[in-house]
């Protein structure tokens, strides 16, 4: 079992919480899984709209803002990240690492990249070799996305 506060998660928080609770921007601890061999994959909810407000986000939001944490915490926690995803309903994505899971840690990079896309001239990734449709990014609609995550930093553990 996974002490999720001694992490710096919000015990109450964690896990699969009511969506009509929920918000946003916030970050929050959805499962710490330990595997057979004692590593542990934490899965991370970044909530960006809340649910069912009619609040989502387009497509092209999500897509540029996935490329950006992707080249993020891929260049910024080598070995613990391990993915990005996208949630279906349009309102965040979802992040994977392993072994690491202190709240420090995780929000202190998120921030980094997010302040970093302020100064980034293109979207990563966003080309025919490296982008499945590498036409639907755009930059102006990331940056601003990420100004408004930042804005809210100091509620980012309050998901409900």
Sequence with gaps: MID?????WP?????????RRLKAPAVKLR??????????????DL???????????TDTELHSVEHFLLEGFSRLLPGTFLSVGIMGCQTGLYLGFLNEGR???ILDTLAQ???????????????????????????HDAQRVAREILARRADWLDAA
């Design 4 to 8: 999720a506060s001694a992490l710096g």
């Design 11 to 19: 015990a109450d928080l964690v896990g699969e919480l009511d969506h």
């Design 113 to 139: 990249i997010l302040e970093g896309m302020q100064q980034a001239t293109a979207v990563p990734y966003a080309n025919i070799e490296q982008c499945g449709r590498w036409r639907n990014h755009s930059l």
């Design 103 to 105: 709240v420090p840690v």
């Design 47 to 57: 909530r960006i709209r809340r649910p069912n407000a009619e609040e989502y986000l």
């Design 31 to 44: 499962s710490a899984t330990p595997g057979s061999k004692g590593d542990v994959v934490y899965a991370v």
